[in-house]
Each structure stands twice: as structure tokens, then as C-alpha cells.
């Protein structure tokens, strides 16, 4: 059975950074790609990084240039380096791993709450 577990999240002032981790475990074959998403107050579940077998990343719009998505040498572990938090960025982040023949797996999230 696979796993896949957030951290690192809380409660961080304005302006400060945090950085979250995902892990994910089990009977796996090989990592296709890790994502992160948020879900904000009110709204749906957005997708905001992902990086994929060959390391490349990639950015929604409203983050690219304050967020980081990064991996361990293992590939079991994904981060999200957050920078110049905002209030607005409040939220839950989620993980989502694709494994093996493209089955996907959700964590159940960590709140960030950014205080002004």
C-alpha cells in the first residue's frame, strides 16, 4: 500500500518562509512525479509545483517566482520551499505522487496559516 504524508506546516508571519515535506512509502516501482496543490479558503484544490522522474519543475503562475519544489537524492521526498509569505497564501497544502503506471496518490495535507 502506498503512503504519502505531508509536514511542515503552521502558523509563519508575513513575509517569513516555511518549508513542507512530502514523503511517500510502500510497494513502489518507480516515481513518476510529485506535485503540490493548495486549497485556499472558499476555493477548490489548485495545483501549484510539480517535478517530475527527470527532475524538471514547473510553476503555476500565481507562485513561480516565490516557490520551490525540490526532491531528496532517493526521490522519496519532495519539498516545497515557500519564500515572502503571504496572508493570501493561507491554505491547506496537499501532495499528490504519481507512481508507477500512472496511478496517483493524495496525502491529507498540512496547514500553513500566515499571519500579517
Request: aromatic share 12%; with cysteine.
Amino acid at each position: 500500500q502506498v503512503q504519502v504524508a505531508e509536514s511542515g506546516g503552521g502558523l509563519v508571519m508575513a513575509g517569513e518562509s516555511v518549508t513542507l515535506s512530502c514523503t511517500i512509502s510502500g510497494s513502489i516501482a518507480y516515481i513518476r512525479a510529485m506535485a503540490w496543490y493548495r486549497q485556499l479558503p472558499g476555493e477548490q484544490r489548485n495545483w501549484i509545483a510539480t517535478i517530475n522522474i527527470f527532475g524538471h519543475t514547473s510553476y503555476a503562475d500565481s507562485v513561480k517566482d516565490r516557490f520551490t519544489i525540490s526532491r531528496n537524492n532517493a526521490k522519496t521526498t519532495a519539498y516545497l520551499r515557500s519564500n515572502s509569505l503571504k496572508p493570501e497564501d493561507t491554505g491547506v497544502y496537499y501532495c499528490y505522487a504519481v507512481v508507477d503506471a500512472e496511478n496517483g496518490y493524495w496525502g491529507l495535507g498540512t496547514q500553513v496559516t500566515v499571519s500579517s
